[in-house]
């Protein structure tokens, strides 16, 4: 278990909710330095505390619940996937708690990664300390907040997606979950025991929507219903 502790003054903060109360902070890093790095920055404003700091993804779950933080700082590289993981059990277990995620390296698959965790933030180390104090008020006032450095990228992901015909916003609950399974990857054989219909149901169905979307192929739809179902596009949506 890696090394934690929990601000001494945590119960004299309140929970961020009023407007003379500070945001909660609570930081979650497997580097001392910065640990240290973090608090001092939070520590130099009015309107944000820190209640905990965690080195390690186990001790950063337990700190959760002791301190009841209004917003997680969250190391992605905590070893082994551990902060992409922890990521997604503060949006499982503590949806009211904004997490932005921070790392000094960046790929797409960690992107997507880290969209699907449910993130609310994400930030490089090499951002300004500005850049962080304002990522933190603007999650913990219920927005969402992208490094400026990978914005670009972020573009070119929504460049790189299909148009999105207009007749998606009109389709049934039914037929958007055909096309989340669609998305998954799902075969015939599997879509039709999750929708409790034949496999020939499920193909007339699939070529009706092909038809209703004005597309050509199977192969769109499978390439719509991906982009759809991208993390990145159902983020940018926050911003």
């Given at each position: 278990?890696?090394?934690?502790?929990?601000?001494?003054d945590r119960d004299?903060?309140?929970?961020?909710?009023a407007a003379s109360d500070p945001t909660r902070v609570l930081l979650i890093d497997d580097q001392h330095l910065m640990l240290e790095g973090l608090r001092a920055i939070i520590g130099e404003t009015d309107d944000m505390c820190v209640v905990g700091e965690a080195?390690?993804?186990?001790?950063?779950?337990?700190?959760?619940?002791?301190?009841?933080?209004?917003?997680?700082?969250?190391g992605l590289h905590l070893g082994d996937r551990a902060g992409l993981a922890?990521?997604?059990h503060i949006q499982a277990q503590h949806p009211e708690v904004a997490t932005v995620a921070l790392t000094s390296t960046f790929?797409?698959?960690l992107l997507h990664d880290a969209f699907s965790a449910g993130i609310s933030g994400y930030l490089l180390t090499q951002s300004r300390c500005t850049d962080?104090?304002?990522?933190?008020?603007?999650v913990a006032s219920g927005g969402a907040v992208l490094d400026p450095s990978v914005a670009r990228r972020v573009v070119d992901m929504l460049r790189e997606s299909p148009t999105v015909p207009t007749e998606v916003d009109a389709l049934s609950a039914r037929k958007r979950r055909l096309l989340k399974l669609v998305a998954e990857?799902?075969?015939?054989?599997e879509i039709s025991e999750a929708v409790f219909v034949s496999e020939k149901t499920v193909r007339n169905q699939l070529s009706l929507l092909v038809a209703e979307l004005g597309l050509t192929s199977?192969?769109?739809?499978?390439?719509?219903?991906?982009a759809l179902n991208r993390p990145v596009l159902r983020w940018c949506a926050l911003i």
């Open positions: 278990m890696g090394w934690a502790r929990v601000a001494a004299n903060r309140g929970m961020g909710t080195e390690s993804a186990t001790d950063g779950r337990r700190l959760l619940d002791e301190t009841r933080p209004d917003v997680a700082l969250v922890l990521c997604a790929d797409d698959d962080l104090v304002d990522a933190v008020r603007r990857g799902r075969t015939t054989a199977r192969d769109e739809l499978t390439d719509l219903a991906k």
